[in-house]
């Protein structure tokens, strides 16, 4: 949200799998989308063959860029025309890409590097947020050019076993819990089981209260959540 207040230009979030990198990404996404100052979209790359062509033409039509151009020559101003205007407007462009570790072609990232080339004194005219897996970072040194216009990166780690825990009670909260459903020794098997993968906690939990329910039991204890780990082959053996 701060790099697309201030027009930063290129952001790029990693994460290992399951630590919530769409569930941030969407929640920015509304954020966005509540503020009319901001026309914001978000494009999920599903697998590595994407051409730089289509993501630029991809780009302008969610920019708002009606019947863009399949010539790169005449798309690039089209672009630039459209951005400049939004920022006449007092708007602000911000494209979110998802998965954006399937993105390998250099030539994509070269088209990056020209699209943070955009710009008017003290801002960028679009913000680029990349979101992927670790290997994403690997991908962009292969262009350094646009390595060294990355404006903010950062990486979401798991959670610790407090903060998993207090995410556990919050959740049920939410949910409209009236007591404490986990004992506390499950709450800790739940981190050591999960590491504290959110996506994994958030799996163990849900299969956890069905199997209490179904056992007609009133609070989530350790059995539970060994039998339920282990039918998600998460026991060592």
Not at 20 to 32: D, H, N, V, Y
Not at 192 to 218: Q, V
Request: charge should be neutral; include cysteine.
């Amino acid at each position: 949200m701060y790099a697309a207040e201030t027009m930063k230009g290129l952001v790029v979030m990693t994460g290992d799998i399951g630590t919530g990198k769409t569930t941030l990404a969407r929640m920015a996404l509304e954020k966005l989308g509540s503020d009319d100052r901001f026309v914001e979209s978000m494009i999920v790359m599903v697998h590595t063959e994407i051409s730089a062509s289509w993501l630029l033409h991809r780009i302008a039509v969610q920019i708002g860029i009606e019947n863009p151009s399949e010539a790169k020559e005449t798309l690039i101003p089209q672009l630039y025309s459209r951005l400049i205007n939004l920022h006449d407007q007092g708007k602000k462009a911000v494209v979110i890409i998802d998965e954006a570790n399937m993105i390998t072609r250099k030539e994509v990232f070269e088209e990056f590097r020209g699209l943070m080339n955009l710009e008017v004194p003290g801002s960028k005219l679009i913000t680029l947020v990349l979101i992927g897996m670790p290997e994403l970072e690997e991908n962009i040194k292969t262009d350094p050019p646009l390595q060294q216009r990355i404006a903010i990166k950062f990486a979401l780690k798991k959670l610790d076993r407090g903060t998993s825990i207090a995410y556990i009670k919050y959740r049920m909260k939410v949910a409209g819990a009236q007591k404490e459903i986990f004992s506390d020794a499950a709450l800790e098997n739940i981190y050591d089981f999960s590491g504290g993968t959110p996506r994994l906690i958030n799996t163990i939990c849900d299969n956890a209260l069905l199997e209490s329910f179904l056992m007609k039991r009133e609070k989530v204890d350790v059995p539970v959540i060994i039998s339920v780990a282990s039918d998600l082959g998460l026991v060592k053996i």
